[in-house]
C-alpha cells in the first residue's frame, strides 16, 4: 500500500523522488534491487525502449520534466548519440482524471495530474505531471509501467 505524503517546505520535490523506492521490485530481472531495469525506467522517466543489440543503436522514449517525450537513441554501452522531441505529454497521454491539490502553507501552489501512456497494445506508463496554478509544467514523473513480453533497457552504468 503506497500512502500521501504531503509535499512542502524544503522537501517538496523529495516523496516523488523516493516513489520508486516503494515500488516492489520482481526476482530475476537485473542482478540486484539496484540493477533491475523497472527501476531503472522509473527513475529516469523512460516510458518504453528499443534495442537492436547488433546494430549498435538503441532508443529509450523518456518524458522529459518540462512536459517532452523525447526519443534518446544510445550506443552499445548505454551513451547517448542523441535526441529528439517525438511529442508532448497533453498531445500524447491521455488524461484519467487524477488531479491532486498540493498546498503549502494553506496555498494551493502546483496540481499533481496523472496521465497514460498507450503509444500500442501491450505498453503502456502512468506519470504523474505537476503543473502550477497556470498550467506550467513544473516536474514530471513515471510512476508505473505495464509491458507484454521480455524487456531490456541499455544504460549508462556511470549515471548512477
Request: charged share 25%; proline share 4%.
Amino acid at each position: 500500500v503506497v500512502t500521501d505524503v504531503p509535499l512542502g517546505g524544503d522537501d517538496a520535490l523529495q516523496p516523488a523522488a523516493d516513489l520508486t523506492k516503494r515500488v516492489p521490485t520482481t526476482a530475476g530481472h537485473g542482478s540486484g534491487a539496484d540493477k533491475d531495469p523497472f527501476n531503472y525506467n522509473l527513475e529516469h522517466n523512460i516510458l518504453y525502449s528499443v534495442n537492436d543489440y547488433q546494430g549498435n543503436r538503441h532508443r529509450n522514449r523518456r518524458l522529459d520534466q518540462n512536459g517532452d517525450i523525447v526519443d534518446e537513441y544510445l550506443d552499445n554501452d548505454g551513451n547517448e548519440q542523441s535526441r529528439q522531441v517525438v511529442g508532448y505529454y497533453k498531445d500524447d497521454m491521455a488524461f484519467n482524471g487524477h488531479n491532486r491539490s498540493i498546498e503549502v502553507d494553506g496555498k494551493v501552489n502546483e496540481f499533481e495530474l496523472q496521465y497514460e501512456y498507450k503509444p500500442f497494445p501491450g505498453i503502456e506508463a502512468v506519470s504523474w505531471i505537476y503543473v502550477d496554478t497556470e498550467g506550467n509544467v513544473l516536474r514530471t514523473k513515471v510512476i508505473s509501467e505495464a509491458q507484454g513480453g521480455g524487456m531490456s533497457t541499455v544504460s549508462n552504468d556511470s549515471e548512477e
